[in-house]
T-cell receptor, first 113, second 112 residues
């Protein structure tokens, strides 16, 4: 079964510090795509970062980077230099076929000043 | 490019009624997917349309249906509404298969 597990329901971090959000997933496929989306209080779902499973190199987007461990089926998100605007619900998701995204339960991240 | 748009943004309906939600994808995107978000069940995939054909379907009852038009705009219909259908309904569009999906602002449906 396709599942995504985010084991941290809530996290908090001080402004300018670094935080890592965890995600594990289960799939029997070898080719798939992984995503982190953020959903601020406005409820607008925003893409943070994307990783293709066939690529060994970890994806990076400015202050956001991932640690993709394919054998362990782990896909964590690291946010550096946290900003107040990073406060949001963060969802880990993956897709195997077509565009069906399977989401985790989410992690609420609060950035404190 | 304009983003994904959804109308209406808010809806209040009563049990037993039906509702139609609309989604206009980003220009050039041929895939439209629908998701239901509730506090209890989280984000769940409803269905995906690609070039007017339903390509994938989630585990929802037949009361939930959709379609896609030749201009890639999509509609989702829920018949015989139940209280449990109260949710945020999100639409996402993508250029092709396994491409990044971009989400609209959602339609918040309240069933009384």
């Amino acid at each position: 079964a396709q599942t995504v597990t985010q084991s941290q329901p809530e996290m908090s971090v001080q402004e300018a510090e670094t935080v890592t959000l965890s995600c594990t997933y289960d799939t029997s496929e070898n080719n798939y795509y992984l995503f982190w989306y953020k959903q601020p209080p406005s409820r607008q779902m925003i893409l943070v970062i994307r990783q293709e499973a066939y690529k060994q190199q970890n994806a990076t987007e400015n202050r956001f980077s991932v640690n993709f461990q394919k054998a362990a089926k782990s896909f964590s998100l690291k946010i550096s230099d946290s900003q107040l605007g990073d406060t949001a619900m963060y969802f880990c998701a993956f897709t195997e076929y077509g565009n069906k995204l399977v989401f985790g339960a989410g992690t609420i991240l609060r950035v404190k000043s | 490019k304009a983003g994904v748009t959804q109308t209406p943004r808010y809806l209040i309906k009563t049990r037993g009624q039906q509702v139609t939600l609309s989604c206009s994808p980003i220009s050039g995107h041929r895939s439209v997917s629908w998701y239901q978000q509730t506090p209890g069940q989280g984000l769940q995939f409803l269905f995906e349309y690609f070039s007017e054909t339903q390509r994938n379907k989630g585990n929802f009852p037949g009361r939930f249906s959709g379609r896609q038009f030749s201009n890639s705009r999509s509609e989702m219909n829920v018949s015989t509404l139940e209280l449990g259908d109260s949710a945020l309904y999100l639409c996402a569009s993508a250029q092709a298969s396994q491409e990044t999906q971009y989400f609209g602002p959602g339609t918040r449906l309240l069933v009384l």
